[in-house]
């Protein structure tokens, strides 16, 4: 897909920049193209470019020494990942999959290096973004060591609501597209746990399932159980 200039424009990391500024990110951007289930780089490779999510969404998971996948973070459209590779020249920290058709613009190493020599105000958006993401690796972390699987599960939809969360005419709706052995992955319990746990959720009418999606009735009993 082309680069488009009013659509960097929306992109949070992008913001307050020039249309002089904007024009000059996208000629030093590649743009990708990635079928869903697609590997875009693997845990350990070298770490090569920011990526830039156009359209679609990526998984970012860690694999234990026992083969198990730990989602990190399920990213959408206008988010950016892999920043940290920018810094420390290393290898990417985490896996990247297409989880749907994707379209993504790559920052090479190099490139990026010089828009944050001509731009400043993307270095402090980077670390921005970096602390965010620290900020909610502590969170799972303590979500995995405090918590029942109940707790977890509470979060994880608190989480997906805040970013995601539609109003519906009964409450806030998630069009999730997430398998329940991905959100199994992401609270670090088995797909039949969070199936029980969903259905006790609807028996206590803290929510309803339709396939894909959630809708959430009551938010604040979510909160209880965390």
Known sequence: MPINIDYLRKVPFFTGLSAQDLEMVADVMVARFYPKGTILFLEGDRGEALYVIASGRVKISKSSADGREQILHILGSGDIFAEVVLFDR???????????????WLLHNTAMEQLLQAQPMLAIKLLRVMSRR???????????????????????LLRLLKREGKPH????????QLTRQEMASMIGTSRETVARVLSRFQKDGILLLEKQKIIILDAEQLQEWT
């Open 90 to 104: 290393g290898p990417y920290p985490a896996t990247a999959e297409a989880a749907e058709d994707t379209h993504c």
């Open 134 to 156: 620290l900020r909610q690796a502590q969170i799972l972390i303590r979500d995995l060591a405090l918590h029942d699987v109940y707790g977890r599960m509470a979060g994880l």
């Open 169 to 176: 005419k009964k409450g806030i709706i998630l069009d999730l």
